[in-house]
């Protein structure tokens, strides 16, 4: 156990006996009715500290992260609870997080995200088009810098800007085939370099 949670420990040690002695003081006449509340308290305390403890996996649980699996050239997504599978990647080394879409053929970029990169949206040339869900929509060719996913780095990706209203931005195909395998399995989305 490090240092640091020595003195959390200690400090939470001395917090807690400080209350239960002033709250035991102020109720020295109904003896009963102060150890229900002093047990209730102490749960109260217990619940919060584990709470603390497990926060790590609560939070994994429920926002969960992809992970780098360096050695075996692996990213794993974990398919969140809308039922999508989300990557952040470093685009012009700002991070930048997409929507895994295999029905996508291109990368393409909300005009929010292409801002945060560092792409001028305004200075685009909004020639060319789409079909989404949502209609047509003129897009914008650009080819950046680099984009990084985990320790995999690409330079010079063709993605495209999208002039209507996106939620997030959709990696699609033409960046998912420069990983070799591609497998969904376990609540997981496997890609493989």
């Known amino acids: 156990m490090s240092t640091d949670h020595m003195m959390n420990l200690l400090y939470l040690a001395v917090l807690g006996s400080a209350i239960a002695l002033w709250f035991f003081a102020q109720n020295r006449q109904s003896k009963g009715r102060t150890l229900q ?69 291109q990368v393409v970029l909300s005009r929010g995200d292409a801002a945060r990169a560092g792409i001028k949206v305004d200075e685009l040339a909004y020639t060319g088009s789409a079909n989404t869900a949502n209609g047509r929509v003129r897009t914008a060719p650009v080819r950046l810098d680099s984009i990084a996913l985990g320790p995999f780095t690409d330079a010079r990706q063709m993605v495209f800007v999208n002039d209507g209203e996106m939620r997030g931005s959709l990696l699609g195909m033409s960046y998912l085939h420069r990983f070799r395998k591609i497998e969904i399995s376990d609540g997981a989305l496997t890609l493989t370099r």
């Open 37 to 105: 509340y002093a047990a209730v308290w102490g749960l109260i305390f217990a619940g919060t500290v584990a709470g603390i403890g497990l926060w790590g996996d609560i939070r994994q649980s429920v926002l969960p992260r992809q992970s780098v699996i360096a050695d075996t050239g692996q990213i794993v997504l974990p398919i969140a609870q809308d039922g999508h599978y989300y990557a952040t990647l470093d685009v012009n080394g700002t991070p930048i997080r997409f929507v895994v879409d295999t029905g996508a053929s």
